[in-house]
């Protein structure tokens, strides 16, 4: 299926918003001009995700003339799972004309990766493909610091419950370097069943295929951090504790689209590319001031 830029994602998802927030605007009674500060403490879950990675490794061949080096790429899709896991974010906002407030929201978040998963680990050079998955065990957490500028529109209800919908932009910088995992396991896989292959044309055991012993550094390790353009949107709906602060209870589903990592050394070069989908169900206070 043929992908949506970003661009008209968020504007078709600002529109949508903007045509419910003003169908409602004639009945609001919004707080016009007042500051408001607010926090909120959401629960975080982090669709799976698949990524593509590539890499290039230096193979050695026995040629005519002796052992030859040759650059053989391959390339894998890397599921990655995720525990639930938490943000903490604090906003800074104003209220406007209609219902409007804009604010802006600085956020940390974390979760648990849970499960790597190679799978497709191809070579077209050598016309290989590894037909099974590849789990490899891993532990740690991947960090989230983020700032978006949201805009959200309160309907007036005329009691202490006020809906609202609305959305943000902004910058998410992700950071894996929390995580441990074997950064050789693909390699090594790769370089096994390549030595089996070879062995098969040569009729010799897979143990006599020089490059069957893998040194370190085969696979670089990828850069541990990436900052990439985030969108999100949401709906919830508050309830006046007072003439001043409001608890208010809602959902968003944030995007994080084009994130890349790599990595090289004198040996190897890798990089990988994926997307987040993020869902939150979030519980949160602001305090006119």
């Known amino acids: 299926m043929k992908s949506i830029p970003l661009g008209s994602r968020w504007i078709a998802a600002v529109a949508v918003a903007a045509g419910l927030a003003f169908g409602g605007a004639s009945a609001a009674q919004a707080q016009e001009g ?5 926090a909120n403490l959401p629960l975080m879950f982090i669709d799976d995700t698949d990524s593509i990675s590539t890499g290039s490794f230096q193979q050695t061949q026995l040629g005519p003339q002796g052992p030859v080096q040759q650059t053989v790429g391959y390339s894998a899709t890397v599921r ?15 209220h406007l004309e209609s219902g409007l407030r804009v604010e802006g929201e600085i956020f940390f978040a974390r979760a648990k990766v849970s499960k790597l998963t190679h799978s497709s680990i191809t070579v077209p050079a050598l016309s290989f493909t590894l037909p099974d998955e590849l789990p490899i065990p891993v532990t740690g957490s991947a960090d989230q610091l983020g700032a978006m500028v949201n805009v959200w529109f309160d309907f007036d209800t ?34 096994n069943a390549l030595a089996q292959a070879q062995a098969q044309q ?38 006046a504790l007072s003439d001043t602060a409001t608890l208010q209870i809602g959902y968003r589903l944030q995007m994080v689209e084009g994130l890349s990592f790599s990595g090289s050394n004198d040996m190897a070069t890798v990089g990988s590319e994926t997307d987040l989908r ?12």
Do not use: C
């Open 158 to 191: 005329g009691d202490n419950w006020t809906p609202y919908i609305g959305g943000g932009l902004g910058f998410i910088r992700v950071d894996r370097g929390g995580l441990d995992y074997d950064t050789g396991a693909v390699a090594e896989a790769v370089a």
């Open 34 to 38: 007042s500051w408001y500060i607010g």
């Open 202 to 239: 040569q009729g010799i055991p897979p143990s006599m295929v020089p490059y069957v012993d893998i040194p370190d550094g085969f696979v670089p390790t990828l850069s541990s951090t990436d900052t990439a353009l985030a969108y999100q949107i949401g709906a919830g709906v508050g309830y």
């Open 278 to 289: 993020i869902h939150f169900l979030e519980v949160g206070i602001r305090q006119l001031f």
């Open 80 to 94: 990655t799972e995720h525990d639930t896991g938490f943000k903490l974010g604090g906003v800074l906002g104003r």
